[in-house]
């Protein structure tokens, strides 16, 4: 008030004044000391004369017009009791620790309460505090920052309390945080019954951490809760303005309150305002009766009388050196939404005496009192910014939502007590800057330096998500470890992540291993011995192809067909080397041409063998029948069965390539810690027609020889030709099974072992043999002997 009055540019010409009166928090006291306010003498509410007389005394000083500054919010509870007083019945809407006046102008300065917002019960009653709204999200992003998912919640019995517990703990919800219990204190039901339920909550639930929400009463409670039961291990965090050091018994119960964080609008530092309380003494305002009172309260000494306190108050003595815990410098939160009423006020004020064309019509006896409704219409237009240069705004609807700052409840070794700031909370930040806070300098309950955790399960760390008790709440969970392919390196996570298609999950499941690109190499054991065994069995072949050039004058050359001979030697070996181009990396050329190589060179070998056995059993009809068959028996019909045979198979092998051809495929799924690079066969109904022809092939070459098998000695290949189709049928029976139970180059070596079987089989069982006749007995390797035989 000195500092509007000082102000040359705020009301000129003009000095404001105003009576201080305490309001308690009890809601009785509270309404005795808001009418004391008007009437200026003590009363009592039990004697209706008095508050007969009151009323009639009130009305004359509402006409006057008044102006009260009540520092808590209200909620409506209107009486339906005809016994209470009509003071309550007609004039008063209270809350356990406020009062509001009708038909009169109120501003409050309590934090903001929504209900208060309605104008249409409360029409003339303004408040200075930022909006509340946003507090939920505050206390649940300061639950967040510290990890805090397991919070027990205790508020007020009142729509307000119960307000915010519904929007605490849906927020907690949006979170994955959980409310280990929640308690409504009712009002005026403070006894031990009431005590023992929250001790028993509290005793039940594995919660370090207790969100309290009321006014002075409620918490005051608490209090006693926490004193009588010692719950000193509940870390106590308050998110309604409450000065714990003013409600605290320090000689023996302040430790149970050692850590206590305390959620409270943000309050700016006023310039002048702790030079102002270093020069304020009792001398300087004399007439400043409470401002002597608290003194010879504060330094314990006394100023007419000090035979009764041991001392003399000092005339040199200030308010600074009095500790933290008995009187702070600092402007409190509550002090400053007082600091910015009065601005307001006088800002109301001034407009309306500016804007006044009938200064006159504002007079009443000796000084300008304007009516209430006269100022009613400014101060709802009230918007400046004050001396800290911060807005200040009267408008319900457009006031901002507040920060909030953190107060630690600090107890120092000397038994002095404080709140101390020691960060902010700013719920309409981002989520990565909205909390900003100290920890180094926290306090917490027990004299620890470090947060306390407040979880129903422990944390699931990296590697590990979290799975839900059936029956309990989201909070309460197992740990399990991420399957192979997932990984999880966050904590507390609900569900791990699918590993890229070219990675792989490590032991740990918390982080990525690249894949290796798998393939059957040349230089893998495997392989080698495929390569070696490919190149033996062709140069074998090729050796075989040389002594049959080499005796192709031979008996036993010429008794077996030497254009079919030479066929069939030519196409296996062409058949050892395309089971070379299943080795090592595939390529897309190699991918496209591999199969239709094996195909066609195998068909052509099948086909000679097939020709072969024709000839045998056309031989024997001939010498039988006469020359109506021996015209099928020359060269020009081998070679036409081998050429019309072969032709099939190239038909196959064309309309496979024109429509769904073999590619190159990256398989990243069907091992875990390899990429397959394969040979897709495109049309899988195209590769098995290929070797069903091949099989159909060699079913009619193993049922003629197998018929032919009786024939002369002179014709006994038929015989060896019947071997060698039970070695091919064997060969690739087995690989069927194997091309269906295995991936990679199990695959690919499976198929190359068939191939090389099958070769084998048929060099082996229709060439050893004339091979031994004609390197090891060619006495034996006559016509008269093959006749003999």
């Known amino acids: 008030m000195v500092e509007i009055n000082k102000d040359p540019s705020l009301l000129p010409n003009l000095s404001l004044g105003f009576h201080f009166h305490g309001i308690y928090h009890n809601a009785e006291r509270a309404m005795e000391g808001a009418l004391m306010g008007i009437h200026y003498a003590p009363f009592s509410l039990q004697s209706q004369t008095i508050l007969d007389a009151t009323i009639d005394t009130l009305n004359t000083a509402l006409s006057t017009g008044l102006y009260l500054l009540t520092p808590f919010s209200l909620y409506q509870s209107r009486t339906t009791n005809p016994q209470q007083n009509a003071l309550e019945l007609d004039l008063l809407h209270y809350h356990t620790s406020h009062l509001v006046l009708l038909f009169s102008i109120q501003i409050t300065y309590g934090p903001f309460d929504p209900i208060l917002s309605d104008k ?388 740990e499941r918390d982080g990525f291993l690249h894949k290796v690109v798998t393939f059957l190499p040349h230089k893998e054991p495997l392989g080698l011995i495929l390569v070696c065994m490919s190149l033996s069995f062709s140069l074998l072949t090729a050796l075989v192809f040389g002594i049959f050039i080499k005796h192709r004058d031979t008996p036993i050359v010429r008794a077996n067909n030497l254009n079919l001979s030479y066929t069939l030697l030519l196409s296996l070996i062409l058949c050892f080397l395309c089971a070379l181009t299943f080795n090592g990396k595939p390529t897309p050329a190699s991918c496209l041409l591999r199969q239709v190589v094996f195909g066609v060179v195998f068909t052509v070998a099948i086909s000679s063998i097939l020709a072969k056995t024709f000839t045998v059993v056309l031989a024997f009809r001939a010498t039988s029948l006469g020359s109506r068959v021996r015209r099928w028996v020359g060269p020009r019909a081998s070679i036409s069965t081998v050429l019309s045979c072969s032709l099939v198979q190239v038909t196959i092998c064309m309309i496979w390539l024109g429509t769904v051809s073999p590619f190159l495929e990256v398989d990243t799924h069907s091992e875990t810690r390899l990429i397959i690079a394969e040979c897709n066969e495109g049309s899988v109904t195209a590769f098995y027609c290929l070797l069903g022809y091949l099989g159909v092939l060699a079913l009619v070459s193993l049922t003629v020889a197998f018929l032919a098998r009786r024939l002369p000695d002179s014709f006994i290949e038929a015989r060896f030709i019947t071997f060698s189709m039970l070695v091919f049928f064997s060969a690739w029976a087995s690989f069927l099974p194997a091309y269906h139970s295995t991936k990679g180059k199990a695959t690919v070596a499976a198929e190359i072992f068939s191939i090389l079987a099958s070769g084998a089989g048929l060099l082996g069982c229709i060439f050893v043999p004339k091979c031994y006749m004609i390197l090891l007995r060619p006495d034996r390797n006559t016509r008269e002997c093959l006749k003999r035989k």
């Open 120 to 507: 249409v019960q409360f029409p003339s009653l303004y408040q200075v505090s930022p909006r509340i709204s946003s507090l939920p999200q505050g206390m649940v992003r300061l639950m967040v920052h510290f990890s805090w998912t397991w919070v027990g919640v205790v508020v007020s019995g009142v729509m307000r309390g119960e307000r915010l517990l519904s929007d605490v703990t849906r927020e907690m919800v949006k979170n994955s945080a959980c409310a280990a219990f929640t308690k409504k204190i009712p009002r005026g039901k403070f006894n031990f019954y009431s005590a023992w339920r929250i001790y028993s909550s509290v005793m039940v639930t594995s919660a370090s951490i207790m969100a309290a929400y009321g006014d002075a009463e409620t918490l005051n409670f608490l209090r006693f809760v926490i004193e009588i039961f010692g719950l000193s291990k509940m870390v106590l965090v308050i998110i309604f303005y409450w000065d714990v050091t003013l409600s605290t018994t320090y000689e023996t119960n302040s430790y149970d309150f050692h850590g206590t964080l305390t959620l409270a609008n943000l309050a700016k530092e006023v310039p002048g305002f702790i030079d102002f309380l270093q020069t304020v003494k009792p001398a300087k305002y004399p007439e400043a009766t409470i401002l002597k009172e608290f003194w010879e309260s504060a330094f314990d000494c006394s100023f007419s009388l000090p035979e009764l306190s041991g001392r003399k108050c000092s005339e040199n003595a200030s308010l600074e050196m009095l500790p933290a815990h008995v009187f702070s410098l600092t402007m409190s939160t509550l002090s400053y939404s007082v600091y910015n009423a009065m601005y307001a006020v006088a800002q109301g004020l001034q407009d309306l005496l500016l804007t006044s064309s009938d200064p006159e019509s504002l007079e009443n006896e000796d000084c300008l009192v304007p009516r209430p409704w006269q100022l009613h219409e400014f101060l709802s237009q009230v918007q400046f910014d004050n001396p800290v240069r911060e807005p200040v705004i009267l408008d319900q609807n457009h006031k901002s939502t507040g920060k909030f700052e953190i107060l630690n409840f600090v107890i120092s070794p000397n038994g002095t007590c404080e709140l101390v700031k020691v960060g902010e909370v700013d719920p309409q930040a981002p989520h990565d800057q909205d909390v900003f806070i100290n920890e180094a300098v926290v306090m917490w309950s027990g004299g620890s330096s470090q947060a306390p955790r407040s979880r129903c399960s422990r944390s699931c760390g990296p590697g590990f998500r979290k799975r839900a008790q059936q029956g309990l709440a989201v909070c309460c969970y197992f740990c399990v470890r991420c399957p192979e392919g997932e990984i999880s390196n966050q904590t507390d996570v609900e569900q791990c992540v699918k590993c890229p298609d070219d990675q792989y999950s490590n032991m």
